[in-house]
């Protein structure tokens, strides 16, 4: 799994074969030894972090692509028998996460998943999964 996470305001990025302009405004969460986001004190639930995330199947050979405020729990119910969430994830339970974008707001995660889907091409989802790994 790759995570993807920047500060930008107003910058250009360039993810794939596609130039991508955006005005959202990313950032670094705190993540504790273990890899865990620690939250500072005196944060609440407005504050809540999304992210654009896409996971793979092996017994389909397909990728999702979706958003969510909580990966952990998207993906489990994604691999749940009784999750009523998405009828395409419903045909396999082995789903992995294999990248997510954090962003600040709801509006830009959506905004950023509808700009994947609509690539149509799993070229350009395994380039950005593998550009995210190498530069880690």
């Given at each position: 799994?790759?995570?993807?996470?920047f500060s930008c305001e107003k910058r250009e990025l360039v993810l794939?074969?596609?130039?991508?302009?955006?005005?959202?405004?990313?950032?670094?969460?705190?993540?504790?030894?273990?890899?865990?986001?620690?939250?500072?004190?005196?944060?609440?639930?407005?504050?809540?972090?999304?992210?654009?995330?896409?996971?793979?199947?092996?017994?389909?050979?397909?990728?999702?692509?979706?958003?969510?405020?909580?990966?952990r729990i998207r993906l489990e119910q994604h691999n749940s028998e009784?999750?009523?969430?998405?009828?395409?994830?419903?045909?396999?339970?082995?789903?992995?996460?294999?990248?997510?974008?954090?962003f600040l707001n709801k509006t830009e995660a959506i905004k950023r998943?509808?700009?994947?889907?609509?690539?149509?091409?799993?070229?350009?989802?395994?380039?950005?999964?593998?550009?995210?790994?190498?530069?880690?």
């Amino acid at each position: 799994m790759v995570e993807v996470s920047f500060s930008c305001e107003k910058r250009e990025l360039v993810l794939g074969l596609k130039k991508l302009s955006t005005h959202a405004k990313m950032s670094f969460v705190p993540m504790n030894r273990d890899g865990v986001e620690s939250r500072l004190a005196g944060n609440d639930s407005s504050d809540k972090m999304y992210y654009t995330y896409i996971i793979y199947s092996k017994s389909l050979d397909r990728y999702y692509v979706g958003y969510t405020n909580d990966t952990r729990i998207r993906l489990e119910q994604h691999n749940s028998e009784k999750h009523p969430f998405s009828k395409f994830t419903t045909h396999a339970y082995d789903w992995e996460l294999k990248y997510k974008e954090k962003f600040l707001n709801k509006t830009e995660a959506i905004k950023r998943e509808r700009e994947i889907k609509r690539w149509h091409s799993r070229k350009m989802i395994e380039k950005l999964i593998n550009d995210a790994s190498e530069s880690r």
